[in-house]
């Protein structure tokens, strides 16, 4: 079964460094989303991208994040210049196959864990 | 906007009593609901889900029914084991929508 992959699972880095979490999301899917998830707390929508623009984003994505479709398979979302706060875990998302399945659900990967030092 | 409420816990039960994890949303249009399972160190995985109105996901024993009517998505299981003791994420999305998500309820069973 197709799943959505995302590297790496966990990434340390010093505060102010950049960033860069990559996602393979489901080959024939239209959509890909980030969300991130702050330690014991709940799932945060950052931002979603289609048709190689970004369609919807949140206030937490602000200037220092950002994300590419570098090539017709990977997802990246950018940190610019980490902070502490932005310690937490991140997952890919990719919904909406070319036909069939129109439930709108999501397919998560397995997540990175950033953690910001 | 769309947003969902959910019973945030924690929930603590002993081995094979019934759960009910309340959840209730507030959108526009029709959406679909889930329930997202989340176990300690690991990400999101799809319990069960519901796509339209008296529609019932069912998944490993644990069911929840899409009531229009009364906004509500309850996640229940007849009888819970050790193994069931996770963080449940009720969840709506609609097309070109993010996916919202409730707070989270931490459920611990024990033998």
């Known amino acids: 079964e197709p799943e959505v992959t995302q590297t790496p699972s966990h990434q340390v880095t010093q505060m102010g460094q950049e960033v860069i979490l990559r996602c393979v999301p489901i080959s024939n899917h239209l959509y890909f989303y980030w969300y991130r998830q702050i330690l014991g707390q709940k799932v945060e929508f950052l931002v979603s991208f289609y048709n190689n623009e970004i369609s919807e984003k949140s206030e937490i994505f602000d200037d220092q994040f950002s994300v590419e479709r570098p090539d017709g398979s990977n997802f990246t979302l950018k940190i610019r210049s980490t902070k502490l706060e932005d310690s937490a875990m991140y997952f890919c998302a990719s919904s909406v196959p070319l036909s069939g399945d129109l439930s709108y659900e999501q397919y998560f990967g397995p997540g990175t864990r950033l953690t910001v030092t | 906007g769309n947003s969902v409420t959910q019973m945030e816990g924690p929930v603590t039960l002993s081995e094979e009593a019934f759960l009910t994890i309340n959840c209730t949303y507030t959108a526009t249009g029709y959406p679909s609901l889930f329930w997202y399972v989340q176990y300690p160190g690991e990400g999101l995985q799809l319990l069960l889900k519901?796509?339209?109105?008296?529609d019932k996901g069912s998944n490993k024993g644990f069911e929840a029914t899409y009531r229009k009517e009364t906004t509500s998505f309850h996640l229940e299981k007849g009888s819970v084991q050790v193994s069931d003791s996770a963080v449940y994420f009720c969840a709506l999305s609609s097309f070109n929508n993010d996916m919202r998500f409730g707070a989270g309820t931490r459920l611990t069973v024990k033998p």
């Open positions: 519901a796509t339209k109105a008296d």
